[in-house]
């Protein structure tokens, strides 16, 4: 089975979140980047295929030069081999339009992709890529197993989970769920040597069209203080939620 | 030329996120000098659309699209947009609209935005206001295609009435086998409780309250506000609670009316999951707890104490 991993290049979670250039551009200084969690369970999933079925486990990322730290990284993780296509992402089609042409020239069996990165929360990659490709998609599946080309999965759902059933070649936005926390795995020294050595490849962008752009970024206005209500005078929280704020 | 909602449903009727969808295309119809068209599957009564404003409703009457088919859904919104000559289709944030609206873009050659909170900041260019990074920040975005796909972040424009003479009109979609690749084998909900994706308000509890033999506490709350209940990571770490209930930047989100924290601390991965809920209210021993930063109202106290206290005033309340 041959496994791609999309693999998005976010900045880490407890990441200041600032803008430069008149609010026009996310501010990295400073900032530490990571593999975007739900791409971080997909690929630990993978890495179960590749050693549990047999697989082999490519991960892509779209970006510049600065995203190779996290391909490594992926390597490290037990990833055979990694690609990045030289751009700079601009939307999420943008985005889906690249890593289609490598789906699409790679002969993938199943391609994980995370149900969203962090950084612009657009949720749309896997279902474009999906679409472009006219491949069977799962979006927000928590668990998947494989058997010869059968896949039974299962996705979330508001309020439960759905068990799905279909055939590779497979798309999925995962998340959370496809391997337990405890599992995720942190690259060990022997990994991190071997990742040197394993092939990078780099891959020049195909055209895409401008379809969205962000124009402008904004903070939230800053909150008034916390009206605090003491702990023997509850009527007074009631009244509030009753009154002021409306929500009971 | 019409602005098209997909006006989502359970078991034959429109769900809540429905009627917020119309009331939000409604706006921007009034804008674009255009009527609201909305497209139901499997809907028992549709006449309660024209209450928020929508002028059409298109009927898919299938037995084959009883269950959630991404594919076949998005199928079908994408047939009804080309029907209406739709410029703007409009989704909820909802997991399964999720589901839908890549397809739906790209069979549409659109340009997306999703999580988009409020009215366009303008029509032309079309600019939308999104949630992004974990809700930490906006994002103003330009869509620049001729049809507009947007999905609207729950809770974040309301439902807002306005009375419109409704046209009804049966819809037959096109469908083919490849529309059901993914056969659904079994489906589990959370029974008998409020969902969290779905509630107005949610009681959350924390690692402050020591073990899952004290979660009476939260859930007898939550019984009494008609609310959902949910945890932070640890917690459900732990296994005090199940997975489903943990919430935050790896967990679930939550945009509700109202959320009740109860000893937690509020760390920063816990409050980008739960920051576009519009009122905070917090629990919590420690004054210092960062919790407070965010909150609209605070208590300073013992969940041990203060819970049981305000679960009988509240049905004193509720009881009025
Ligand atoms: C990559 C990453 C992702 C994460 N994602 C999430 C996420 O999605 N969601 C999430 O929740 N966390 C997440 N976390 C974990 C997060 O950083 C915190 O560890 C977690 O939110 C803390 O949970 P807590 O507040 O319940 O527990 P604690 O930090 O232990 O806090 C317990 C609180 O309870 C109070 N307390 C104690 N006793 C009482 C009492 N009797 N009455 C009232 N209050 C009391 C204490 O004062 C304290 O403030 C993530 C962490 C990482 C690194």
Redesign the pocket.
Known sequence: MKILVCISHVPD?TSKINFTNNDSEFDTNGVQFVIN?NDEFGLTRAIWFQEKQGATVTVVSVGGPETEPTLRKALAIGANDAIRVNATPTDGFFVAKQLTEIVKNGGYDLVIAGKESLDYNGGMVPGMIAALTNSNFINSCTEINIEGTNVKAVREIDGGKETVSTTLPLIIGGQKGLVEEKDLRIPNMRGIMTARSKPLTIVEPTDAPTNTKAVKFEKPAPKSAVRLVAADNLDELINLLHNEAKVI | MSILIYAESAEGKFKKVAFELASYAKKIAESLGTTVTALAFNTTDASELSKYGVDKVLKVNDSKLANFTAKAYADVIQQAAKKENTKVVLLSSSTNSTYLASLVTVSLEAGYASNVVGLPLSTSPFQVKRNAFSNKAFNITEISTEVKVLGLAKNSFGIIESSSSLTEEDFTPTLSDNDFNIKIESTEKVSGKVSIADADIVVSG?????GPENWGLIEDLATVLGAATAC????SDLGWRPHGE??????KPVAANLYIA?????????IA?INSSKVKVV????PE?P?FKVADYGVV????EVVPQLIEKLKAFKGQ
Request: hydrophobic share 30%.
């Open positions: 979670t969690p | 924390g690692r402050g309250l020591k932070s990571k640890p917690v943990h919430v935050g930047q790896t967990g109860i000893g937690i601390s509020g760390a920063i991965q816990h999951g629990i919590n021993t420690d707890a919790f106290g013992d969940a041990f």
